[in-house]
């Protein structure tokens, strides 16, 4: 059953709602625009066998506004509303996705193991905060290297502040940001520059303001508790329903929006204790529409599980997730550049963490974990490279600091310049926070622009309560004041400046050795060598590919001194191709040879690295 508003051309509009407790639903039909003392025109549903009702209206057109009632009282937007002009309590719209115009028809995708990904909250990208001020950028970023943009969450949400995750409306495009049009525009733009489109979408919880699925059906269950409430009814009683309200979201995106991948937010909120988990069924359903549209569609997990059934292929008992987020592999190299331990920090801060994160992707694969005090996570040691995506910076662990400090104010120059090269010379998905390829020093804080002062008070004492476990000293920024909003917006022309400029010149650099050399973009862990000295706290990697017979060798070195490391290299002649130490990159100049071998003495710059190829 399609549910929505489906405009169906000649002014014909089917509307189909799940309501299975409901004894009576009604259309209210709204033309031109709802006004106080003005009635709507009412149209009567009727219900099926599963709790959907439906009705088919004639003179309805693309814009016009509309509500369910139900049983006679409660006037509600509809729960898979397209678009709401008027907020999340308002009226919901009726739009014609088949009449978009679409430029992207030969689009085909990018295969996620070549792509670069970089993340981007679209209220602070830009001055304007729209879908559409994203799309002068876009050069830039494909200069820099970029072939894949992800965007936070896009949902309809309380107010025009928001990270995304507090969506009500997980078929509406934020209207503030520009709405279906903006949103779609922005997509063919990207396409027609060769850069896939990564969507962040919300499966766990919905917001708490405008959220009125209870109002529906029982969308949620007291089975399970996450920490925004109830979690959503996917394998309780009615479940069915509910799962298809989801999985029909995601196949909407990919159709009507030609979004090339979704980001799934936290699924380990995501409670399924049925045979066939939500996620295995929502995969199956992807993999069908890829197949039907000859193009493939991809998933892409956040999870704290450490659990690599999640990106297992279904035919050999996982979820058949494409891929999924490395904390662990984030957590290993902050800790060694900034040297924090507390909160989740504590279960990092040595040398073999990031090693180990590097050769295999979670650090944690059933060792002991002291901060969350068991054992956590299983060995992910056969998954491909292609199945994890590493950052050194992301929006949760910026804005979810205290201060929303970004890398950038925590370290030094030349430590910035060694987390990006840890992450783009990784045998995994690399993915860049909007400003880190430039040192953006703005912070990235947590706001919303709720209307309930009693939900703004619970957010302020929520947020108290979450850095409780951290070392971080300060006042918490108050999460629903605009400063918050407005102080976070990135300042897009320091990447033309200084310090800068070199840093942005050295992302550009680094991306172009990963995409021309076979070695570097071929993420076959098995063609990887990854080891370190523990007390100096260097890391080296050696990487390989077989058909083009390329091998190139990495130093990176994690303490703020110069080193001076003997018979660690592997056999064979190696020249240097990068060193961030050199004074183009504002470093005090190299101290390493441009020629190494297996037993020479090699110097080594405090936070530098080193790049060699075989020759």
């Known amino acids: 059953m399609k549910i929505g508003a489906n405009y169906l051309g000649n002014g014909n509009c089917e509307f189909v709602v799940w309501a299975t407790f409901?004894?009576?639903?009604?259309?209210?039909?709204?033309?031109?625009?709802?006004?106080?003392?003005?009635?709507?025109?009412?149209?009567?549903?009727?219900?099926?066998?599963?709790?959907?009702?439906?009705?088919?209206?004639e003179d309805v057109y693309p814009g016009t506004l509309y509500l369910y009632r139900l049983d006679g009282e409660k006037e509600r937007p509809d729960p898979a509303s397209y678009c709401q002009p008027k907020g999340v309590h308002g009226p919901s719209q009726v739009i014609d996705h088949n009449s978009s115009h679409r430029e992207d028809s030969n689009w085909g995708g990018i295969d996620i193991a070549h792509m670069i990904m970089y993340e981007i909250h679209t209220g602070t990208f830009t001055p304007e905060g729209t879908f559409e001020a994203i799309i002068p950028r876009l050069d830039a970023m494909l200069d820099l290297g970029i072939n894949a943009i992800e965007l936070m969450p896009v949902a309809q949400f309380p107010g025009e502040?928001?990270?995304?995750?507090?969506?009500?409306?997980?078929?509406?495009?934020?209207?503030?940001?520009?709405?279906?049009?903006?949103?779609?525009?922005?997509?063919?733009?990207?396409?027609?520059?060769?850069?896939?489109?990564?969507?962040?979408?919300v499966y766990n919880h919905l917001g708490p303001e405008g959220n009125y699925l209870r109002d529906y059906g029982p969308y949620f269950t007291d089975k399970y508790r996450t920490p925004w409430g109830n979690a959503i009814n996917f394998d309780d009683a009615y479940s069915d329903e509910v799962r298809d309200f989801f999985i029909q979201n995601a196949i909407f995106w990919f159709e009507k929006y030609h979004v090339d991948a979704l980001r799934l937010d936290a699924i380990h909120a995501m409670y399924d204790f049925s045979a066939k988990?939500?996620?295995?069924?929502?995969?199956?359903?992807?993999?069908?529409?890829?197949?039907?549209?000859?193009?493939?569609?991809?998933?892409?997990?956040?999870?704290?599980?450490?659990?690599?059934?999640?990106?297992?292929?279904?035919?050999?008992?996982?979820?058949?997730?494409?891929?999924?987020?490395?904390?662990?592999?984030?957590?290993?190299?902050?800790?060694?550049?900034?040297?924090?331990?507390?909160?989740?920090?504590?279960?990092?801060?040595?040398?073999?963490?990031?090693?180990?994160?590097?050769?295999?992707?979670?650090?944690?694969?059933?060792?002991?974990?002291?901060?969350?005090?068991?054992?956590?996570?299983?060995?992910?040691?056969?998954?491909?490279?292609?199945?994890?995506?590493?950052?050194?910076?992301?929006?949760?662990?910026?804005g979810n600091r205290l201060q929303g400090e970004r890398l950038s104010t925590l370290i030094s120059f030349e430590g910035l310049k060694l987390a990006a090269g840890v992450v783009?010379?990784?045998?995994?998905?690399?993915?860049?926070?909007?400003?880190?390829?430039?040192?953006?020093?703005?912070?990235?804080?947590?706001?919303?622009?709720?209307?309930?002062?009693?939900?703004?008070?619970?957010?302020?004492?929520?947020?108290?309560?979450?850095?409780?476990?951290?070392?971080?000293?300060?006042?918490?920024?108050?999460?629903?004041?605009?400063?918050?909003?407005v102080n976070s917006r990135i300042d897009w022309e320091k990447r033309n400046e200084g310090s800068h400029n070199v840093l942005l010149n050295y992302y550009r650099e680094l991306i172009k050795l990963r995409r021309?050399?076979?070695?570097?973009?071929?993420?076959?862990?098995?063609?990887?060598?990854?080891?370190?000295?523990?007390?100096?706290?260097?890391?080296?990697?050696?990487?390989?590919?077989?058909?083009?017979?390329?091998?190139?060798?990495?130093?990176?070195?994690?303490?703020?001194?110069?080193?001076?490391?003997?018979?660690?290299?592997?056999?064979?002649r190696w020249k240097k191709l990068l060193d961030s130490s050199e004074k183009k990159w504002n470093g005090?100049?190299?101290?390493?040879?441009?020629?190494?071998?297996?037993?020479?003495?090699?110097?080594?710059?405090?936070?530098?690295?080193s790049l060699f190829i075989k020759i």
């Open 22 to 57: 409901r004894e009576k639903v009604e259309l209210l039909i709204f033309s031109p625009l709802p006004e106080k003392g003005t009635s709507p025109v009412v149209f009567p549903m009727e219900k099926d066998e599963l709790g959907y009702w439906k009705t088919l209206v």
């Open 424 to 485: 783009l010379l990784s045998p995994y998905i690399p993915f860049l926070f909007m400003g880190e390829e430039y040192g953006e020093d703005a912070p990235f804080l947590y706001f919303v622009s709720h209307s309930d002062p009693d939900l703004i008070q619970a957010v302020r004492k929520g947020r108290k309560e979450e850095f409780e476990s951290f070392d971080w000293k300060g006042e918490l920024p108050d999460p629903q004041s605009s400063e918050n909003y």
């Open 516 to 572: 021309e050399i076979p070695a570097l973009s071929n993420l076959n862990k098995d063609n990887l060598e990854v080891w370190g000295l523990e007390k100096e706290k260097v890391v080296f990697m050696r990487r390989w590919d077989d058909q083009q017979d390329t091998h190139v060798f990495s130093i990176f070195n994690l303490s703020e001194s110069n080193l001076d490391i003997h018979s660690q290299f592997p056999d064979g």
């Open 588 to 609: 005090q100049g190299s101290l390493t040879p441009e020629l190494i071998g297996s037993q020479d003495e090699v110097a080594v710059r405090g936070y530098g690295l």
């Open 161 to 201: 502040r928001n990270w995304g995750y507090d969506g009500v409306f997980p078929y509406a495009p934020q209207i503030s940001y520009g709405g279906p049009k903006g949103l779609i525009k922005l997509i063919n733009e990207c396409h027609k520059r060769g850069l896939a489109f990564i969507l962040d979408v």
């Open 277 to 398: 988990h939500i996620l295995e069924e929502l995969a199956e359903k992807v993999e069908e529409l890829s197949e039907k549209e000859d193009r493939k569609f991809y998933l892409i997990a956040e999870s704290d599980l450490n659990d690599s059934r999640i990106i297992e292929g279904r035919k050999f008992g996982g979820y058949g997730i494409d891929a999924q987020w490395c904390d662990d592999f984030h957590h290993s190299l902050h800790t060694l550049l900034t040297g924090e331990r507390s909160g989740y920090y504590l279960d990092f801060g040595k040398t073999e963490y990031l090693i180990r994160a590097l050769k295999e992707g979670f650090v944690y694969s059933g060792q002991y974990s002291v901060y969350r005090k068991r054992r956590h996570g299983n060995s992910p040691k056969e998954r491909s490279g292609k199945k994890f995506v590493v950052y050194s910076h992301n929006h949760d662990h910026i």
